[in-house]
């Protein structure tokens, strides 16, 4: 029996596990308990990680050798690994030579680790000499990333999973995260578990599973997100819950921002979200870590 670490390949948390192996079949996966980001723990999908690899699906769905067609509708035959290589390699070759390093592109999958998207793009801007490099990451994050760039100045998230513990509280938008990111949600409830006096705020539309733990939980209507934001500001501003020092340190176009949220009072907001002007206080007053 051989143990392998390696990294689940579902959700964004990125789970630790521990394959387990005999000869060449999968038998088994836990979690990896020193693993920073779930410390052994594993959601349904994980624990069931090593059925996908199970004898019976491998024989029907999983590709166990390199197939080629001789013409586009012909079936496709095994071919040694050596000639599939030498046809793959010599057929971007002679596109290379015939049309140039921007008839070729490469699209990556989500699943990668930093270092694959590394080589890869090594290999395409450093050997081949293209800029056609995308990936499902950039994508699936593009609204993400849009944001991010606009508001904090750049692609990264400004948050760890270490940060969970050392929080005050916690605003929860939109996210079922008990459902799609149960190991998070986890860290989320021992935080909350450890430290009692932690608020966590949950809007959303929908009463999911994750609004069950929130001290304070905002049935926003669909498309109100902003609204509130911009509500919560406001409220933030009026009542003197902000660190002007800092903003005036750390940030540009503020006065812009504060001319935008002028125009959302508490009346407004608590009518277009569909809230009442208590909830919307109340919101504001913990995400500003104001006193009671």
């Not at 689940?8 to 630790?16: A, E, L, Q, T, W």
């Not at 800029?131 to 948050?159: E, F, I, W």
């Amino acid at each position: 029996m051989l143990e392998t670490r390696s990294t689940c390949p579902y959700c964004g948390v990125g789970c630790g596990v521990v394959i387990a192996s005999d000869g060449a079949q999968i038998t088994g996966v836990r979690g990896d308990p020193d693993h920073p980001a779930n410390f052994g723990r594993l959601c349904s999908k994980g624990t069931t990680l090593h059925l996908t690899a199970s004898a019976a699906v491998t024989r029907q769905t999983r590709l166990l050798q390199p197939m080629q067609r001789a013409w586009r509708s012909a079936a496709p035959m095994p071919v040694l690994w050596d000639a599939a290589l030498d046809t793959a390699a010599n057929k971007f070759a002679q596109v290379l030579r015939e049309h140039g390093p921007d008839a070729v592109g490469f699209y990556l999958s989500g699943q990668l680790l930093t270092e694959d998207y590394y080589i890869f793009n090594k290999l395409a801007r450093g050997l081949i000499g293209t800029n056609n490099v995308d990936s499902n990451s950039r994508l699936c994050m593009s609204s993400a990333v849009a944001g991010y760039k606009a508001t904090l100045g750049m692609d990264a998230p400004p948050a760890c999973y270490d940060d969970v513990n050392h929080a005050q509280c916690i605003f929860i938008v939109g996210s079922n995260t008990a459902y799609a990111h149960p190991i998070l949600f986890r860290r989320i409830e021992d935080a909350k578990a450890a430290n009692p006096a932690l608020k966590i705020i949950v809007a959303d539309p929908r009463r999911t599973d994750t609004a069950a733990i929130a001290d304070l939980y905002l049935a926003v209507q669909p498309g109100t997100d902003v609204m509130l934001f911009n509500g919560m500001l406001h409220l933030m501003l009026w009542e003197g819950w902000i660190d002007a020092a800092w903003i005036a340190a750390h940030t540009n176009g503020f006065d812009a921002l504060k001319a935008t949220v002028r125009d959302c009072p508490p009346e407004l907001v608590a009518q277009v979200c569909g809230i009442s002007k208590e909830d919307l206080f109340t919101a504001a007053r913990l995400f500003a870590g104001a006193p009671v």
